[in-house]
């Protein structure tokens, strides 16, 4: 398993990021991808995951900024983020299955603030 995460940086509150999340090693159509995240001195939190059909989940503290989506095609995963706040400043992982502790890529870090 091969997750690559880019896409992250520093943006302004209230701005937008997309997320790339690169799979490879294994069919990724048939997994549900996870969006994870890891703020400074607190413990992993999941933002959103997929099924491999496109029906997704959002945890409530992202729910109607944040948008996950998939290119099966591709084995790609993204994370549309808008609306940023200050709190969603993180590190921010993609991960096979829902399992927090599941494999996962490297990261990508999202930084909000003005």
């Known amino acids: 398993v091969l997750l690559v995460e880019s896409g992250g940086g520093l943006v302004q509150p209230g701005g937008s990021l997309t997320l790339s999340c690169a799979a490879s090693?294994?069919?990724?159509?048939?997994?549900?991808m996870m969006w994870v995240r890891q703020a400074p001195g607190k413990g992993l939190e999941w933002v959103s995951y997929?099924?491999?059909?496109?029906?997704?989940a959002d945890n409530a503290s992202v729910k109607g900024r944040f948008t996950i989506f998939r290119d099966n095609s591709k084995n790609a995963l993204y994370l549309q983020m808008n609306s940023l706040k200050s709190e969603d400043t993180a590190m921010y992982y993609c991960?096979?299955?829902?399992?927090?502790?599941?494999?996962r890529g490297q990261g990508t870090q999202v930084t909000v603030s003005s």
């Open positions: 997929i099924n491999g059909g496109g029906a997704t």
């Open positions: 090693g294994f069919t990724f159509s048939q997994e549900i």
């Open positions: 991960v096979k299955g829902l399992n927090l502790s599941g494999p």
